[in-house]
């Protein structure tokens, strides 16, 4: 019994971080959507967020809910910033020119990181009570996550089908050429997307740390580059909303699959988890490569 | 339209810096480790610049190769000698075969994006396999060195490790170039041109493009295989998994064939030799420069100077005698 108590506990978990993480993804999906451009340097923004947050409530004692919209604009000025000096010049670039230059950008993030922080794990602990269910204790701060990332995504959701722009980029989405001959400045929506992207990916960042007490580190990215690419092939790859629904499948499958393999005697469940996530990977791209919800 | 005569710019580069090693004291080491990068952009040149396709886990393969390398030593040294030497290159063989045939033949089907996004996760998922799963050492790896000079002797220890494996890295690197030679005057490299150009194209000609992209990216694996079996577990005498599935490695290979020219010849080798010497004198100087240097020179050779200095230098020379001699 203490078993499924304990799987029925992890799955709950898996829920609520799995809504962190199909917002950690949306700005992955979203710039491949767009642009054709897969970010490999992914988990690189994620990492800054989460610094964002740790020096907000180190530094000046600032809640992460309060760190959430400061890490956006920062997100959305370093995505503008990227989007001009290297992006806007590999539009028409075979794949493999993307490729290398995203994957580049995103280990420059993690050095120039290290220079200014260092690269020992940090944390912090921002304790404000939980409440009791019967299995376990869930604290506030992760309801407060999942409550921040499910708000979040309504916000950008409603953005994309209630205004104009959004209009806009789903258009670009649909059709570049299409969207080109309509009038739509496609550079513009290219750049906005990208920016956006970015601005979600390291606002993912924020939530992340309430997740990982201790595990605020300047290389803390790959893993969620990884988890990101899991998440978002699960979802389509193209689709926003496909990768956010495909977040809580894989927070289920990922802490489903860390108490079964804490059954098995001698293995390190921890580890193998993450090699779980990469074995999804490769079945999901075996089976059905365009994701298991539809998408593109 | 054959075309062999590169191979003697590439044998007279290759003379040369074992010239250098022989004759200079103090220097075999420093070409050596020239040698080890000129070999690894090599390998990865063979799929990464004839296919255009991005092997984010190429490091995988070097480590996979080390770790045939260090069962077989560790394993069964004792049991069978001097030929646990032999079945370790045999095991690196049939790792990398394997890794290869799973990672492409599950990811090369599919489109370039999907392929780097699956190839981005082999090191870090193979290294957690091999620490969570507690296989061959767990994360305390195979250390060897003790092991060796028990079977093997000090001294006979000693020259496996600062001559034997630096002998084999020089023919595989050899090796690396000539068949990339026979690849580019072959079928074989003249479909993955053409796929690598226009892959719809390609297919509708009837090129089977996964085919060809299969075995580009399992002789890529191969070499790498070997390379890592020699140039770290047979001359370091240890294997550690965070050591060798770190990223560091994917990303001096990618560098080296893009500044050197990916998809040519001559270019890993050009690329090898300025990384290596440049690496090992700076490395002094800057310790720890690397990737805080390397990542922004990636970005500038992808978004201003895409061709290499090969692919630069063979535009400039087009019809001229010594075109012919440049691949």
């Known amino acids: 019994m203490a078993v499924l108590e304990q799987l029925l506990a992890n799955l709950l978990y898996g829920v609520i971080l799995g809504g962190v993480y199909g917002l950690a993804t949306m700005g992955l999906s979203l710039i491949f959507g767009v642009l054709r451009i897969v970010n490999v340097g992914h988990g690189a923004f994620v990492m800054v967020g989460a610094f964002i947050a740790y020096w907000m409530f180190i530094l000046y004692g600032v809640a992460p809910v309060i760190s959430i919209p400061i890490a956006l604009l920062l997100g959305l000025i370093i995505g503008a910033i990227i989007y001009f000096a290297v992006i806007r010049r590999l539009i028409d670039a075979p794949e493999l020119s993307t490729l290398l230059a995203t994957f580049a950008i995103g280990l420059f993030i993690e050095e120039l990181a290290k220079q200014i922080w260092g690269s020992d794990y940090v944390g912090y602990s921002w304790n404000i009570g939980s409440i009791t269910l019967p299995i ?66 390291v606002l993912s960042g924020v939530l992340v740390t309430l997740f990982v007490p201790v595990g605020i580190n300047v290389y803390m990215g790959g893993e969620y580059t990884l988890k990101a690419f899991v998440i978002a092939v699960l979802g389509g790859l193209a689709s926003p909303w496909g990768a956010f629904y495909a977040g809580f499948i894989f927070g289920l499958l990922e802490n489903g699959s860390y108490t079964l393999l804490g059954l098995i005697p001698g293995v390190e469940p921890f580890g193998l988890t993450r090699f779980v996530s990469f074995a999804v990977l490769l079945i999901i791209l075996l089976v059905k490569p365009t994701g298991l919800l539809g998408g593109e | 339209m054959a075309n062999y005569k590169p191979a003697i710019p590439l044998m007279i580069i290759y003379a040369i810096l074992i010239a250098i090693g022989f004759t200079i004291p103090g220097m075999w080491q420093p070409i050596i480790f020239v040698i080890f990068y000129i070999a690894i952009g090599q390998a990865l040149n063979i799929f990464l610049g004839l296919t255009g396709y991005v092997n984010f886990g190429y490091v995988a393969l070097l480590g996979i190769g080390a770790y045939g390398m260090a069962v ?215 310790p720890g420069f690397q990737l805080l240097i390397l990542a922004p020179l990636l970005i500038i050779i992808v978004v201003a100077f895409p061709e290499g200095i090969v692919g630069y230098i063979k535009r400039k020379l087009r019809r001229t005698a010594i075109f012919e001699y440049i691949m």
């Open chain 1, 136 to 201: 376990t204790e869930v604290p506030l701060t992760k309801l407060l996550a999942l409550l921040s990332s499910i708000i979040i995504a309504i916000i950008v959701y409603l953005w994309f089908q209630k205004t104009k722009l959004g209009a806009a980029v789903r258009a670009v989405v649909e059709d570049r050429e299409g969207a080109m001959v309509c009038g739509i400045n496609v550079n513009r929506i290219f750049m906005i997307s990208f920016a956006l992207g970015i601005g979600l990916t």
């Open chain 2, 72 to 286: 077989a030593l560790g394993y069964y040294s004792t049991a069978i000698g001097i030929a646990a030497i032999l079945l370790g290159f045999t095991l690196a063989v049939i790792f990398s075969v394997i890794l290869s045939l799973a990672v492409g033949g599950v990811a090369l089907r599919l489109r370039g994006a999907y392929f780097a996004i699956a190839t981005i996760g082999v090191n870090e998922g193979l290294k957690h396999f091999i620490e969570g799963a507690k296989i061959w050492g767990g994360s305390e790896g195979i250390v060897l060195s003790g092991l060796l000079r028990k079977t093997f002797g000090v001294e006979f220890t000693n020259y496996l490790s600062t001559f034997v494996a630096d002998v084999i890295l020089i023919a595989i690197a050899i090796f690396a170039g000539l068949i990339t030679l026979y690849i580019l005057n072959n079928k074989i490299g003249y479909a993955l041109i053409a796929l690598r150009e226009d892959e719809d194209a390609a297919k509708v000609m009837g090129i089977n493009v996964t085919k060809y992209k299969m075995i580009a990216f399992v002789i890529s694996s191969i070499i790498a295989a070997l390379i890592g079996a020699s140039s770290w577990t047979l001359k370091m005498t240890y294997v550690f998994p965070s050591d060798v599935f770190a990223i560091n490695y994917t990303v001096e290979a990618i560098v080296i064939v893009m500044l050197g020219g990916a998809g040519t010849l001559l270019g890993p080798i050009i690329g090898g030799l300025i990384y290596g010497v440049l690496k090992y004198y700076l490395s002094v100087i800057l």
